[in-house]
């Protein structure tokens, strides 16, 4: 209940319009309003403010034509409208749809990159690394090859619950196996695998998080318990899927590598426009966790779809312990967005029925020396592959070997490009890129 009141206040902030509610006619519809309620806000606090052109609003039918003209490029690129509900939705982990996820190899093989434990691929033992074959009797890697999204999208069909697609996949020890699944609405699990890993190092957890989204919360607890239970001394953070997500999940996550007494140390800052800055900006400390390791160095997996909230942990833990990232260049997005939904609440209609979320970049965050502004990413120490042939948390993956080598002592510097894939989903449910800052008024 703490977290979903969270949310609420989160997304119906007390605003009021820039504009005197018109005389009801039909003319001005919602999406107009929307449209003019999008451009007063972003006038305001929108990160890069001052960059807005002019614009004759009556030239746009509703806010999403708008933003892509007042959006400042080519550094802006994660400012959304969405819907309401369906963004409401997808940040407490609701889900539509098989739960796979699938790549091409560098054999152009198609294979499995994650699966929900909520699919019902999963107690039939489908894990990351299975080849897939083949799509309602379609094979499946001429599609990929082609990168034909078109296709791709037929052949899945629909996010509705109850369609159902047949697939043949190849086990690792070669076995053929066909299998029916039948899309379902369930609830995401977050972190996607979670082990303790016995090093010559020492004992070493490794865990795989994927969003940072309300379910996290709980999972993330409930691993680093289990890391505590087993002493660990050392913590591989696998963060090659995360685009990002809550802001407390984030300070969560970096709170837990942490000692118990490290709450009176910020975690990090919040910048925003000159406008609203001397308001707004704030500093945000570390939190105290149920069990946190204390640990003094700690290891990152990374691709470029490492994004926003999993950039902001590794930033915040960068002057306070020794962090190595290994894998690929993160995706470099140091700034987030306040969210604010549309009808905005008035005095004449306090809590309307929202249709819109308007998520505008609003600020920069820094960690607690300063540092960020890395819109290029962060590139790692070690180059390393996303091998997509090994399941998550098995130490011969390229990565996770690469990150145990680093706390091994044996690591070597690698020249050679990283091969980057692609990886396709059912039609992305949760928005990407996301650092979701605390809620903030919005009055003229």
């Not at 209940?1 to 820039?18: A, E």
């Amino acid at each position: 209940m703490k977290k979903l009141l969270l949310i609420t206040v989160l997304i119906i902030p007390i605003l009021y319009g820039c504009k005197k509610d018109p005389d009801p006619v039909d003319e001005y519809t919602l999406d107009e309003r929307a449209r003019d309620g999008l451009y007063d806000l972003m006038k305001y606090a929108y990160l890069w403010y001052n960059t807005m052109p002019t614009v004759k609003l009556s030239e746009f039918d509703g806010p999403e034509e708008i933003l892509e003209d007042l959006r400042f490029l080519p550094k802006d690129r994660w400012s959304f409208v969405t819907d309401y509900d369906s963004f409401m939705a997808s940040m407490q982990g609701t889900f539509v749809g098989h739960g796979i996820r699938m790549s091409l190899d560098g054999a152009n093989n198609v294979r499995v990159v994650s699966l929900y434990e909520g699919s019902d691929l999963w107690p039939k033992g489908v894990r990351r690394g299975w080849i897939v074959k083949e799509i309602n009797d379609t094979p499946i890697a001429p599609i990929f090859i082609s990168d034909n999204d078109a296709a791709y999208n037929t052949l899945m069909g629909p996010a509705t619950a109850g369609h159902t697609n047949k697939f043949l996949f190849q086990k690792p020890d070669g076995t053929p196996v066909t299998y029916s699944s039948t899309k379902s609405s369930f609830t995401i699990n977050s972190v996607t695998a979670a082990k303790v890993l016995d090093l010559t190092s020492g004992k070493t957890g490794y865990i795989a998080f994927e969003t940072f989204i309300e379910p996290s919360e709980q999972e993330l607890n409930d691993a680093f318990a289990d890391f505590k239970a087993n002493n660990v001394t050392d913590l591989i953070i696998d963060l090659r899927y995360n685009t990002g997500g809550y802001m407390d999940i984030a300070q969560q996550l970096s709170s837990l590598v942490l000692k118990a007494t490290d709450t009176t140390k910020v975690c990090y800052k919040l910048r925003y426009n000159a406008l609203v800055g001397p308001d707004w900006d704030e500093s945000y400390n570390f939190v105290k966790t149920q069990s946190p390791l204390g640990l003094d160095r700690v290891v990152f997996i990374t691709t470029r779809s490492s994004a926003s909230a999993s950039e902001v942990v590794i930033n915040s833990l960068l002057p306070y312990v020794d962090v190595t990232i290994v894998g690929d260049t993160t995706h470099g997005k140091p700034a987030g967005m306040n969210i604010w939904g549309f009808p905005f609440p008035s005095n004449a209609d306090p809590d309307p029925d929202y249709t819109y979320v308007f998520a505008p970049i609003t600020f920069e965050y820094v960690n607690a020396s300063d540092e960020g502004r890395f819109y290029e990413g962060i590139e790692p120490d070690i180059k390393a592959a996303d091998d997509i042939t090994h399941d998550f948390g098995d130490p011969e993956e390229a990565s996770l070997a690469a990150a145990i080598a680093v706390l091994q002592g044996t690591k070597a510097k690698s020249s050679a490009p990283v091969r980057r894939n692609r990886v396709y989903s059912e039609g992305r449910q949760l928005p990407e890129h996301l650092f979701l800052g605390p809620p903030q008024s919005f009055r003229k």
